[in-house]
């Protein structure tokens, strides 16, 4: 089985990397792992899986450029989103929402840290993001006795102990970005409140509030906050990429179906005033299903996913023109690559998706992982 031999293979990991990734930094630690397993060379990408029948159930895997596995590391349950370390070979994978833990893993040798535990009345909701030198992580959740969102702050440099807490000024947050050199926290508030007595149950859709904020790092002071047009306030925004003007794009969710076509993409730059919505063809947006998994951008164009919709999107990222899309079935995971975008799916498979036809190439599939919502680029 797939999974037993990369375990298998983290001994020669370790051997090739040592201690020296830590003082060169993560590219470094990179290149190191690729050639570990004399893989096709950097970049190599993060995801996390489920497993088809095997066990452990639950992990994140290595990936190299043209989708081979380098590693696996088993996670105490379902993860979503997984945060590289700035600089150093380390890496945090999050919990799927609502979520009671998160888990650092080395990249020298796959290995499991200590899993961090959510405060009893906190949930955390799948992403978070370092601060620029890695000493801070912050790590969005729900403040569940206060209806509200939140930002928990963590100490990388002591165990991840928890030592503070920031607003996110919205409802149900998602996704969250460092912006403006690390700065600033950009946070996609889904506006909808959920609690652990009912899973994943939306408890508020007559009333949800989705927005953009822009959060303070250092203080947790609000610096702007925008929402969709009011004929769009049953979409949720859900997750977001940066761009290189320094705003983010973003992919929203139907979370109340009123029976129309809506846009599903957009971009914002804080300070700006009102988004500003892509342009999609109708047929496409009936097959996106009301439903983007996962944005993504290389500075020039932006993609996003549909898993329901089984369709791949692309858009240039300053005018908002639709590019094409391309059929990828169960499709979520997305992350800038060599000549395009690579994409990961539920079903086993990796691939190239490019602009400006959409095109997919280089496909690659592995039977034994269904690979989750979100892929990670780590340098490269």
């Not at 450029?65 to 105490?76: E, I, S």
């Not at 914002?268 to 109708?282: C, Y």
Request: proline content about 7%.
């Amino acid at each position: 089985m797939a999974l037993n031999r990369q375990r298998m293979n983290r001994r020669n990991i370790m051997g090739l990397l040592g201690g020296g990734a830590l003082g060169s930094g993560l590219l470094d630690a990179v290149a190191g792992l690729a050639r570990a397993f004399g893989a096709t060379g950097a970049p190599v990408y993060l995801n996390a899986y489920a497993t088809a029948g095997a066990t452990p159930d639950f992990g994140v895997a290595g990936l190299d450029k043209a989708g081979r596995v380098l590693f696996t590391t088993a996670t105490p349950g379902r993860a979503h989103a997984i945060e590289p370390h700035p600089t150093r070979p380390e890496a945090v994978a999050f919990a799927r929402r609502p979520g009671r833990w998160f888990m650092p893993l080395s990249l020298t040798d796959g290995a499991a840290g200590p899993v961090v535990r959510a405060p009893d009345d906190r949930r955390f909701t799948g992403h978070g993001a370092f601060s620029a030198d890695g000493a801070l992580l912050y790590v969005a959740e729900d403040d569940v006795p206060n209806e509200t969102g939140a930002i928990g702050v963590y100490d990388a440099n002591d165990g991840y102990r928890r030592i503070g807490v920031l607003p996110t000024h919205g409802l149900g947050p998602h996704e969250l970005l460092m912006l403006d050199g690390g700065t600033v926290l950009a946070v996609a508030n889904g506006g909808v409140i959920t609690h652990p007595d009912t899973g994943r149950a939306k408890l508020n859709l007559d009333e949800m509030d989705a927005s953009l904020t822009y959060v303070e790092a250092a203080t947790g002071r609000l610096l702007d906050k925008v929402r969709l047009p009011e004929q769009h306030a049953n979409l949720g925004i859900r997750h977001i990429a940066p761009l290189a003007d320094g705003g983010v794009a973003f992919g929203v969710q139907d979370e109340r179906p009123i029976g129309e076509l809506q846009p599903l993409t957009g971009a914002h730059r804080p300070g700006s005033g009102a988004i500003r919505l892509f342009e999609t063809p109708d047929d496409i947006l009936a097959r996106l299903d009301g439903y983007i998994g996962s944005v993504a951008s290389d500075g020039r164009t932006v993609a996003a996913s549909s898993p329901k919709g089984g369709l791949i999107g692309l858009w240039d990222a300053m005018s908002g023109a639709w590019l094409g899309s391309t059929a990828l079935p169960d499709g979520c995971g997305l992350a800038p690559g060599e000549g395009g975008f690579k994409a990961t799916s539920g079903l086993g498979v990796i691939e190239t998706v490019a602009a400006p036809t959409a095109s997919a190439a280089d496909q690659r599939r592995d039977p034994a992982f269904r690979w989750d919502n979100h892929l990670t680029r780590l340098a490269g």
